[in-house]
């Protein structure tokens, strides 16, 4: 389900980096996170949206994430914006 939701979401962000900056912009409302990502490379992103109240949902895997956004390699986690 998550998969299909960001394959289909027009406007997204993919990475750590790029969450993070639309997240203290409060412009996400919802994450997508892979299990398999390292934690300690998701933790300022999931605490912000902790604090924010952004829905996080989580998928298995990160190569299978990429996919659904179209690049070829993996995506530890993914915005869709407001």
Same mark, same amino acid.
């Given at each position: 389900?998550?998969?299909?939701?960001?394959?289909?979401?027009?406007?997204?962000?993919?990475?750590?980096?790029?969450?993070?900056?639309?997240?203290?912009?409060?412009?996400?409302?919802?994450?997508?996170?892979?299990?398999?990502?390292?934690?300690?490379?998701?933790? $300022?992103? /999931?605490?912000? +949206?902790?604090?924010?109240? !952004? #829905?996080?949902?989580? %998928?298995?895997?990160? $190569?299978? /994430?990429?996919? +659904?956004?179209?690049?070829? !390699? #993996?995506?530890?986690? %993914?915005?869709?914006? $407001?």
């Amino acid at each position: 389900m998550s998969y299909e939701k960001v394959a289909q979401a027009a406007n997204k962000v993919i990475g750590t980096k790029q969450t993070i900056k639309a997240l203290e912009h409060e412009q996400v409302k919802e994450l997508i996170v892979a299990e398999d990502a390292d934690r300690h490379v998701l933790d $300022k992103a /999931l605490e912000i +949206a902790g604090h924010s109240g !952004v #829905g996080i949902f989580w %998928v298995d895997s990160m $190569k299978t /994430l990429g996919k +659904a956004c179209g690049i070829d !390699v #993996g995506a530890a986690i %993914v915005a869709i914006k $407001k």
